[in-house]
């Protein structure tokens, strides 16, 4: 059973909104995928994944099959979620998935990136986007809420929350950081600051994805949890890579609308 989820204080009070940023506790998968793992793209069993998954979609009272995630590419392609369905592995190429439809759970893979779930509870619009630093600054969030506003949401009453990701302090970026987003905004420079290393950067990824959202009229908030420094609750792709291990587990996002 799982036990270990973290829930964003408004979101948990929108009436007809289920939301849950799993951690990697409470699955069936061993070693570095240990144990959570929802995510078809790595080494992991897909008969493991897929328990995992059926153990997540099962707090919403729905089954794995009514768990829709996509194949992520770090873009802003978003999905309109109506009566369609499909299997994963071989999910549509996407970053984000919006629907107003009950009865199926979005959901979005995170390893360092960031999960941002958004809901308006007055018009039954929800939403799940994944968002890397490339995907954040390329306008995923704000595309999100283009297609949220097209199903009937409205800005004023959305409120969206940035899950567990990779925290400012373990988010090194290299010398080719800041300028792409100084070239978008000069007031993006909050975002950054020196790192330990001369050359690099300290990025708040977190920081800048709520400052994104609150630009495109939306309220948001981060749960504040380090990806990276939280070994035993979140998978990390930068851990992996730092200790030498190639592969990774995928921490499940998601969220649904109450039938």
């Not at 793209?41 to 153990?55: A, C, I, L, Q, Y």
């Not at 959305?158 to 090194?172: D, F, M, N, W």
């Not at 504040?224 to 070994?231: A, E, I, P, Q, V």
Request: glycine fraction near 12%; charge should be neutral; hydrophobic fraction near 40%.
């Amino acid at each position: 059973m799982i036990q270990a989820q973290i829930q964003d204080k408004t979101l948990a009070g929108l009436e007809g909104v289920q939301h849950r940023f799993f951690t990697r506790r409470g699955g069936v998968s061993a070693g570095l995928y240990s144990s959570l793992n929802c995510g078809y793209g790595s080494g992991d069993s897909p008969d493991n994944v897929r328990e995992n998954r059926r153990r997540a979609a099962s707090t919403f009272n729905l089954t794995e099959s009514d768990l829709l995630t996509v194949h992520q590419i770090h873009s802003d392609q978003v999905l309109t979620v109506g009566t369609e369905r499909w299997t994963s592995p071989g999910a549509p190429k996407a970053d984000a998935l919006v629907t107003d439809r009950p009865g199926v759970v979005l959901g979005v893979m995170a390893a360092d990136c960031a999960p941002v779930l958004l809901a308006d509870a007055e018009a039954q619009v929800v939403g799940a986007a994944h968002a890397g630093w490339r995907g954040a600054l390329g306008g995923v969030v704000e595309a999100t809420v283009s297609a949220m506003e097209r199903l009937g949401a409205r800005r004023d009453q959305l409120h969206a929350a940035i899950g567990p990701c990779i925290g400012r302090e373990s988010y090194e970026v290299g010398p080719e950081f800041p300028a792409p987003f100084l070239t978008q905004d000069r007031a993006n420079s909050v975002f950054f600051r020196p790192a330990p290393r001369p050359g690099h950067f300290l990025f708040d990824l977190a920081g800048y994805l709520v400052q994104r959202l609150a630009n495109a009229g939306v309220k948001a908030n981060a749960t504040g949890h380090d990806t990276l420094r939280g070994t035993d609750d979140f998978f990390s792709y930068r851990r992996n890579t730092l200790d030498g291990v190639r592969d990774y587990g995928r921490g499940l996002s998601a969220i649904a609308l109450e039938g």
